[in-house]
């Protein structure tokens, strides 16, 4: 693992070299941009929450087993729309593709769905000159939901995953869902809490063939730092789930939590270089338990 690790290191760092400063890469990236589109490892929080879609070589310490994997979701554009001045509602389509080689948990899912996103009141600026109308509130509410359905192509079933999530947004520093920057106004810190719902079908684990059906609540929390402005990225995401009056064959107690650290050479944020540990109970692999570390080509939007 160690040495292929260092060739595949030495392999993908050539590659960013040559991609992220070409020009035709920059308009494409440009252009997606511009249309709304995004590019991310998953949509299963906010829009804007910055998880790089990815090729990774990925060890299971479980069983020794090394393997690829592929996790890419795409935005397709977004349309907004708003009850009054102060509110905002946003929803999108997207679609994702999962795949992995992994002898014990092989999986490959193509899934389709649209998330919205509402914030229901209008939020106050902490830098609005005085005697301007600061209307508003410090703290709001923000709903969002996510459909996802999903073709699993290896147990020959469709999956659903259905969920409504609260979480908090605000516009003052160090409060939830703010973009705190530094006096050169880099991107340096932001984080998410959610408090959900969710539904799940999946194949049943012992009755081939089948599905099982379940609803969860969950808490979860996504951080993002820039350790250095549009360089090297770290990202935290915890999620605990339990099961609602559980009759599955899993567990009922089911947390996960996953730390990646990114590196963008050329001081862009679209290309990188990533590693990523994950250890807990995965959807993507039916809610059993994974140790996983990934060395991840990156590609975000």
Partial sequence: MKRLSILLILLITSIINCFSQDSTFIKVNKWLADNNFSIRKTFDGSKNENKPSGISFQENHKTSNDFFNIDIGVKLSEFELKSNK?????????????????????????????????????????NLPSGIPNN???????????????????????????????????????????????????FRFRYYPYLGIEFNSIPDLILKGQLEEFSTYFVRLFA????????????????????????????????????????????????GIGYEYKHGYDTDSKFQLVKISSLKLSWKI
């Fill in 86 to 126: 102060s509110s905002v509602f946003i929803f999108y389509p997207k679609i994702e593709w999962h795949k992995s080689t992994d002898s014990i948990d092989k999986k490959n899912k193509l899934d389709g769905g649209f998330n919205f996103e509402f914030i229901p009141f209008g939020l106050k600026s902490p």
């Fill in 224 to 271: 993002e730092t820039w350790i250095i402005p549009q360089t090297l990225q770290i990202n935290i995401d915890g999620t605990y789930r339990e099961i609602i009056k559980n009759n599955s064959t899993l567990k009922t107690a089911i947390p996960i939590l996953s730390t990646s650290i990114y590196l963008y050479p050329g001081k862009q944020e679209s290309l």
């Fill in 136 to 186: 508003g509130l410090k703290l709001a509410p923000w709903f969002q939901g996510t459909s996802a359905y999903k073709r699993n192509f290896l147990d020959n079933v469709f999956e659903t995953k259905l969920s409504l999530q609260l979480s908090l947004v605000s516009n003052y520093k160090w409060f939830p869902g703010c973009t705190i920057r530094d006096k050169k106004s880099n």
